[in-house]
C-alpha cells in the first residue's frame, strides 16, 4: 500500500477509535504551531485530545521525533496533560514503543497521557477473482436469488 493510503486507513482507525471513547466533537484549528493531524473534544467533559500518524518510515525522521515530542509536553490552559493518541500499524507498533522509551517520552513513570492505538492493516484483496466476477457479485449482494424453475 502505498504511504498516503496508508495514512488515510491509520488515520481513519485512530478517528474511529477515538469515536468509540466518545471523542467526536471536532475542535477548530488552533494556530499553535505545528498543529496535529487530528484534535477533537468530548462533548460533555470538554477534554481535548491529539492524535498522529506514525508510519515506519516515519520513526527515523528527526521532523516526526519533534512533533512526538512537542504533542506529548503540551498542556492545557489549567496546566493539566493533553490525552495523545499515535495510530501506527501492528507490526511497527514495537518499534514505536521503544522510540518513545527512547525520546523520554513514555517509561514506567512517564507517559500514561500517550496511547498507542494499534491499526489492522486492510485485508488484502482476495485472489483467484477475476474483476468481471467480483463485479457481479458485489451488484447482486444483499439481494435474493430467483429460484430455480422446475
Known amino acids: 500500500m502505498e ?5 488515510s ?7 474511529a477509535h477515538l469515536a468509540e471513547l466518545g471523542y ?3 475542535r477548530a484549528r488552533t494556530s499553535a504551531t505545528p498543529a496535529p493531524e487530528v484534535v477533537r473534544v468530548n462533548p460533555v467533559r470538554g477534554r481535548i485530545v491529539y492524535g498522529e500518524t506514525v508510519l515506519r ?8 521525533r519533534e512533533r512526538l515530542v512537542s ?9 493539566s496533560s493533553i490525552l495523545f493518541f ?3 500499524s501492528e507490526e511497527d507498533r514495537p518499534a514505536l514503543e521503544a522510540l518513545l522509551e527512547e525520546l523520554d517520552i513514555r517509561s514506567a513513570v512517564r507517559g500514561g497521557h ?9 485485508e488484502a484483496k482476495r ?13 447482486n449482494r444483499g439481494r435474493a436469488r430467483p429460484s430455480p424453475k422446475n
Open 9 to 15: 486507513h491509520l488515520r481513519r482507525g485512530l478517528e
Open 71 to 79: 504533542f506529548s509536553q503540551r498542556r492545557t490552559r489549567h496546566r
Open 24 to 26: 467526536s466533537g471536532v
Open 114 to 122: 500517550v496511547h498507542v492505538v494499534s491499526v489492522v492493516a486492510p
Open 86 to 88: 499515535i495510530a501506527v
Open 57 to 64: 518510515s516515519d520513526l527515523r525522521s528527526r521532523r516526526c
Open 127 to 139: 485472489a483467484g477473482r477475476s474483476a468481471g466476477a467480483s463485479s457481479s457479485t458485489n451488484r
Open 3 to 7: 504511504e498516503s493510503a496508508t495514512r
